[in-house]
Each structure stands twice: as C-alpha cells, then as structure tokens.
C-alpha cells in the first residue's frame, strides 16, 4: 500500500514501533512523516496525535494495520 501511495501527490503519515525503519520507494512523489508509536501505551498514542495535528490539517484516509497475532 505504501508503495501504491507513494506514486500519488499525497502526505503519508506512517506508525509504528521502529518507524525509522518505513521510508518511501525512490521517485516518490509523496511526503512521508513517519511517527514511532507503541500502540500498548497510551501516552505515546497521544504525544502521535499532537504532533499529526501540527502537521496535516486533516486525515483523508486511515489504514490501520496493527494487531496481535498468536501463533500455534
């Protein structure tokens, strides 16, 4: 999805745990904010929210990809 995105004159907002590692495919055309977020804490949820409100004036779409997976 991040690579589809990134072909489009768009803001991309990114979070996750090790957001350092998500960057953009070379040629992108979108901006990439990425945020480091651990989603079992709720003060880091907040501190995202402050800092995506600074940044964009508003969210057109949200892809939620975050879960728990168990295995066996």
């Known amino acids: ?3 589809h995105l990134a072909k489009s004159n768009s803001t991309i907002i990114a ?9 953009l495919p070379e040629g992108a055309k979108a901006q990439l904010i990425s ?12 501190r995202a929210i402050q800092e995506i409100k ?10 939620n990809n975050a ?3 168990a295995h066996g």
């Open 54 to 63: 600074t940044k964009v004036k508003q969210i057109d779409v949200i892809f």
């Open 67 to 69: 879960g728990i997976t």
């Open 15 to 23: 979070i996750a745990r090790r957001a350092e590692q998500i960057s």
């Open 35 to 46: 945020l480091s977020v651990d989603l079992r804490d709720e003060a880091s949820i907040l």
């Open 1 to 3: 999805l991040l690579k």
